[in-house]
C-alpha cells in the first residue's frame, strides 16, 4: 500500500520547508526532466511545448509527481476498486440520541461545553468545492440558500461555532472571549483566496481573526485509464482536489497539526461545508465521543429508504468503516432488528469526530497506508496538436483520499444517531431539484424553526385572507421561519423572547448584537 499514497508529493500552501523543487530550475534540471519522461512513457505532455513564461512553473509541477510511481499505483487503485468486501456486519454499537435517558443527554452536554471552555477542542471545516452545480463559481461556502437575513452557508457554520464557544463559556462562568474555540478551514487551490476574502469582508462573522486558520487541500494529477498524464493547457498538468481524505496530508504538512497539539486542543470536530444544519462543535456529541474514550466518531442519521444512496457506518472485515451502498446487497439493504429498524441503517453525513491523539499517530506514522479511490470521470484536456478536447463520456481517472479511510485503524469507534430533520440539510444539487438543494435545505430549517418556536410557547397566526397555514410536521410547503444561531443554537433560550407572542411569516428571531448578513 506504500505504493499508491507515496506515488506523488502531494501539494499543499504553508508547509513548514520550502520543497526543493522552488529553486530556480537549471538547464541541467530541464535536461534530466525531458530524460525522465522519456524513460517513463511520458514524454508526451511536452507536445506542444510549454510556452518560456511556464517553463519553470511546469518543471516545478513535474517534480511533484513520482514518474516511476504511477503504473504501480494506478494498478492498485484500480484493482482495489474492483475488490468485493469479503464479510459485512453491521455496526453493533450505534447509539441512537433519541432513545438516551434526558439525564445521561445532560451529562454529556455538561461533560462536551467543559471540553469548549477548556480550550480542548477544534472546529475542521472542509471548504475546498466550488459552488458549480449552484450556478456559481464561487467557493460553495459563500452561497446564499435563499433564507429571510441573506446569509450564507459560511455564515451558518461560523454562529454556530460562535454560539457554541458562547454557551461554553456561560457553563464555565468565564468571558467567552476567554474562550479559544479554532475553526480550521480546508480550502482548495480554486477557493483558498476568494473564501479568505469573504472571511475578512465579514469581519470573521465575530469570531475573531485570531480564532480562524486556513490551510489548503492538496492537488493529484489526472490520468488516463492507461495512467498517462494529461495537460490541462501547454505547460500545466490537469490537477483536481485529492479527496477529503487529503485533510491528513495537509494538516501534518501545514503545521496545523502540530499548532493545535502546542495550543492543548485534544479533539477535532470535523464537518462539511454543504450541510447547513450541522451543529459545529455539538457538545453533546463531544461529550459523548469522550465518554466513549472514543478515537474516532460519526454522527449518523437514519437512512430514507432500504436502498437509499448512501455510505453506512459497518464493521468490514471486521473493523469499523463506511461502506458505500454499492457493496451492500439487496437483502442486506432490506434486512431488519426485531424493532424493525434497518440493519445496515446508519447513513454517514461526514460529521466525525477524531482525538487529536489519533491524529497524531497517524500522519506520523500511518499515513502511507491511505489508499487512493478511482472516481472514473470526463477530463478536458489539450491533444498534441494544441486543440482543446471536451469529452462526452469518461475520459480518465481522478484519485481521492477518502476522510473516512482511518476508521478502520481506530481501536475505538463510536457512533452517535440523530434525526435527520434536525441536523442534515445538504446543499448539493441546483436549485429546483428535488432532493438536496437549496429549496429543500430551506424547507427544513423553516420546519425545524418553527418546531423550536413552538416548543418555546411561541405561535404562528395566519395573514387575513390567506389560506391556512401547514402545520410544523406537514409535508407541505413550510411557512418562513429562521432563528438565528446567534439567538439559540438548538431551541434553548427562547422562551423570554417567544413565549406567548404570535408571529407572522416570514418570521426571522434574530440576537440583538447582531447584525446584516447581507452587507
Not at 457506518?313 to 432490506?334: N, T
Not at 463510536?414 to 430533520?421: D, F, K, S
Request: hydrophobic residues 40%; glycine residues 8%; charged residues 20%.
Amino acid at each position: 500500500m506504500q505504493a499508491v499514497a507515496g506515488a506523488f508529493r502531494l501539494i499543499t500552501c504553508n508547509s513548514v520547508t520550502p520543497p526543493t523543487w522552488m529553486d530556480p530550475p537549471s538547464p541541467m534540471d530541464l535536461k534530466q526532466m525531458e530524460q525522465a519522461l522519456e524513460q517513463h512513457g511520458q514524454a508526451h505532455v511536452l507536445t506542444p511545448p510549454p510556452p518560456p513564461e511556464r517553463r519553470d512553473a511546469f518543471l516545478a509541477q513535474l517534480k511533484t509527481v513520482d514518474l516511476a510511481g504511477i503504473p504501480s499505483m494506478l494498478k492498485t487503485s484500480l484493482a482495489g476498486a474492483a475488490e468485493r468486501t469479503k464479510k459485512l456486519e453491521p455496526f453493533p454499537d450505534v447509539v441512537t440520541l433519541s432513545e438516551l435517558p434526558t439525564a445521561e443527554q445532560a451529562a454529556l452536554r455538561s461533560s462536551g461545553l467543559d471540553m469548549i471552555a477548556k480550550g480542548e477542542v477544534a472546529a475542521l471545516l472542509l471548504a475546498g468545492g466550488q459552488g458549480t452545480r449552484l450556478g456559481t463559481s464561487a467557493p460553495k461556502g459563500c452561497y446564499d440558500i435563499g433564507l429571510p437575513s441573506g446569509k450564507s452557508l459560511f455564515a451558518y457554520h461560523c454562529e454556530r461555532l460562535l454560539k457554541a464557544r458562547r454557551l461554553a463559556a456561560a457553563h464555565a462562568k468565564v468571558d467567552p472571549s476567554s474562550v479559544r474555540l479554532r475553526l480550521i478551514v480546508m480550502t482548495s487551490s480554486a477557493t483558498d483566496a476568494e473564501t479568505k476574502a469573504f472571511f475578512h469582508r465579514h469581519a470573521f462573522f465575530g469570531l475573531g481573526e485570531s480564532q480562524v486558520i486556513f490551510f489548503e487541500q492538496g492537488m493529484l494529477p489526472c490520468l488516463t485509464e492507461e495512467g498517462k498524464l494529461l495537460l490541462e493547457q501547454p505547460g500545466e498538468l490537469s490537477m483536481a482536489p485529492n479527496g477529503n481524505g487529503g485533510v491528513y496530508v495537509s494538516l501534518r504538512d501545514s503545521g496545523v497539526l502540530s499548532q493545535l497539539e502546542h495550543e492543548g486542543v485534544k479533539s477535532v470536530f470535523q464537518f462539511g461545508v454543504d450541510n447547513v444544519l450541522c451543529h459545529v462543535a455539538e457538545p453533546i456529541f463531544l461529550g459523548f465521543c469522550r465518554s466513549r474514550s472514543a478515537d474516532c466518531a460519526a454522527k449518523t442519521v437514519p437512512k430514507r429508504e432500504p436502498h437509499e444512496a448512501v455510505g453506512v457506518v459497518a464493521l468490514s472485515d471486521g473493523a469499523p468503516a463506511v461502506v458505500e451502498y454499492s457493496e451492500i446487497s439487496k437483502e442486506m439493504a432490506e434486512a431488519t432488528d426485531a424493532n424493525g429498524q434497518l440493519l445496515f441503517g446508519a447513513s454517514h453525513i461526514c460529521v466525525n469526530y477524531f482525538s487529536l491523539a489519533f491524529l497524531r499517530e497517524f500522519c506520523e506514522k500511518r499515513l502511507h497506508t491511505l489508499p487512493l479511490h478511482v472516481a472514473r470521470k470526463k477530463i478536458p484536456h489539450v491533444a498534441p496538436d494544441g486543440t482543446r478536447v471536451t469529452p462526452s463520456s469518461n475520459n480518465g481517472v481522478k484519485l481521492e483520499y477518502f476522510i473516512f479511510d482511518t476508521f478502520p485503524l481506530a481501536k475505538r469507534m463510536a457512533a452517535l444517531q440523530v434525526p435527520r430533520e434536525e441536523e442534515f440539510a445538504p446543499v448539493k444539487n441546483p436549485p429546483g431539484a428535488k432532493s438536496d438543494s437549496p429549496d429543500t435545505a430551506r424547507q427544513m430549517i423553516y420546519k425545524l424553526s418553527r418546531a423550536r418556536l413552538e416548543a418555546a410557547g411561541g405561535s404562528l397566526r395566519q395573514p387575513l385572507g390567506q389560506v391556512p397555514l401547514a402545520t410544523s410536521g406537514s409535508a407541505e410547503e413550510a411557512p418562513p421561519v429562521e432563528i438565528s444561531p446567534l439567538l439559540s443554537y438548538q431551541g434553548e433560550g427562547l422562551e423570554e423572547t417567544v413565549r406567548g407572542n404570535a408571529f407572522e411569516a416570514p418570521v426571522l428571531l434574530s440576537a440583538p448584537d447582531e447584525g446584516d448578513a447581507r452587507k
